[in-house]
T-cell receptor, first 112, second 115 residues
């Protein structure tokens, strides 16, 4: 049973485009929703995160939109660059200090 | 500061052999997680520890897998006997439980190939 569903599986955009990656969850016990970025041969690294009492969070070119009633959240990358090409994972955490459940990942390619 | 350190980075072994993966978490972190990454299944949580105590091992595939954390600075994941389907990248991550961000810091992974 997949607790965090992520789409699309892969995404190709041109430089300057705005890729959007979507995630959905079912369990209302989740209290923290981070996005991780992974480059080939490396471990995932935290990119940006949001808590369910906030509808939007922006850090630089990265924005999370959160819809608590729909149990959905998404990552937008403004003015995407070839250096943003990586695999992106959404995740959800059970209560403070609990385990982090990841979505399936989205492989993003930004073409020059 | 040093990040999460995993060893070995690469391991190639034959089916039936014992495999031991090692992890040193970030000093001061009291939660440790073992994840497995494959193309088919993505990032799966295998087990996690709080203050060296296993809290949830429901993701451990079967009895061939075992994990220990004898102290705050060391953990092992053992597979015995190994099978080809265990081939994957195994990540260790640590965090500070109760920290405001709850951020997980991942190591660079151990790539396991079982022939």
């Amino acid at each position: 049973q997949q607790q965090v569903k992520q789409s699309p599986q892969s995404l190709i955009v041109q430089k300057g485009g705005i890729p959007i990656i979507n995630c959905a969850y079912e369990n209302t016990a989740f209290d923290y929703f981070p996005w991780y970025q992974q480059f080939p041969g490396k471990g995932p690294a935290l990119l940006i995160a949001i808590r369910p009492d906030v509808s939007e969070k922006k850090e630089g070119r990265f924005t999370i939109s959160f819809n608590k009633s729909a149990k959905q959240f998404s990552l937008h990358i403004m003015d995407s660059q070839p250096g943003d090409s990586a695999t992106y994972f959404c995740a959800a955490r059970y209560n403070q200090g609990g385990k982090l459940i990841f979505g399936q990942g989205t492989e993003l390619s930004v073409k020059p | 500061d040093a990040g999460v350190i995993q060893s070995p980075r690469h391991e190639v072994t034959e089916m039936g052999q014992e495999v031991t993966l090692r992890c040193k978490p970030i000093s001061g972190h009291n939660s440790l997680f073992w994840y497995r990454q494959t193309m088919m299944r993505g990032l799966e949580l295998l087990i996690y520890f709080n203050n060296n105590v296993p809290i949830d091992d429901s993701g451990m595939p079967e009895d061939r897998f075992s994990a220990k954390m004898p102290n705050a600075s060391f953990s092992t994941l053992k597979i015995q006997p190994s099978e080809p389907r265990d081939s994957a990248v195994y990540f260790c991550a640590s965090s500070k439980t109760g920290g405001a961000s709850g951020e997980l810091f991942f190591g660079e992974g151990s790539r396991l190939t079982v022939l």
